[in-house]
């Protein structure tokens, strides 16, 4: 499907896209460039890139398709670099989880005659690093493409195939609306998660042993995600601060309507957002994307 594909930044995500396409043979040739020498020499030692450069200007020389696959802070000051040194004809994309901002920052840098079509696999563990990817952690998960007004339909095509051929579902996807979606199902649910297990962390009455003890009353579930990669989510949060403080707004208001509830003695307030929610948990089950199992899925389909 491409001649070569470049590889910039190779952690989780990076690492899982070059076992797949190694396995699929999608691309004659992969090379990949990352931060440290330390990453750099665990991909060779890996064997899941062909190649590996110093500078992320060399790794784009010559690719067909060029990912970034690093924190999404990174990426402007990626696209400064490589921009002048892209082939024509390249595509240019990315696995950022958020992606006006992409569009807005890479954009400028991306000469005439190359494309950007940004991406968003959202599929995830809470490991990171090259040697935490795997080839199937794409399989049956939603890859979202946000090709940006008058992109070249024929590239968005091809990245369209390229994920669907890493085992993805694909939806191609206004950036601004992707934002707002990704806001209230995946960035607010982490601030959430973050900000529980923080106030339980600075509590005086209750003691944090106490806390660990008694987590299987629900904490657990909190403090999986509040362990994802704090490089990561803090870009996230910076990077689609609009969407995510419109929906931050939503939940407050709804949380006073909770309070007011309980303060109240509002049982049936209670009791119908309960039976709603219960609801809303057996069409996230039924639609394939979680298993009623205990434990399925804890450390895949997040991200
Ligand atoms: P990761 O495992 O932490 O890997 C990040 C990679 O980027 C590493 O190779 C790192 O190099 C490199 N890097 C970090 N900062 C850099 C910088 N300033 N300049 C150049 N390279 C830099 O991260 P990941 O989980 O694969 O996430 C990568 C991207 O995928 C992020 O944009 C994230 O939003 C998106 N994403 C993540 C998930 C998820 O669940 N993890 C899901 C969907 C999308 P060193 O190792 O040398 O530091």
Known sequence: MFERLALIGVGLIGSSIAHRVRREGLAKEIVAHARSRETRDTVLRLGIADRVTDTAAMAVTGADLVILCTPVGAFA?????????????????????????????????????VHLIPGHPVAGTEN???????????????CIITPPEGADADAADRLVRFWQTLGSKTEVMDARHHDL????????????AYNIVGTAADLETVTQSEVIKFSAGGFRDFTRIAASDPTMW????????????????????????????????????????????RAIRREVIDAGQETPAPDFGRSHGKG
């Open 128 to 142: 990171s690093g090259p040697e935490s990817g795997f080839a199937e952690l794409f399989d049956g998960r939603w």
């Open 234 to 277: 803090r870009d996230i949060f910076l990077n689609n601060k609009e969407a995510v403080l419109e929906m931050l707004g939503r939940f407050t208001e709804d949380l006073t309507a909770l309070q007011r509830a309980i303060r109240w003695g509002d049982g049936d307030t209670l009791f119908n957002l309960f039976t709603r929610t």
């Open 181 to 192: 979606v990704l806001a209230i199902t995946s960035h607010v649910p982490h601030l959430i």
């Open 77 to 113: 000051a990626v696209a400064a670099e490589i921009g002048p040194h892209l082939m024509q004809g390249a595509i240019v994309s990315d696995v950022g989880s958020v992606k006006q901002a992409v569009i807005d920052d890479v954009g400028p840098y991306i000469p005439p005659g």
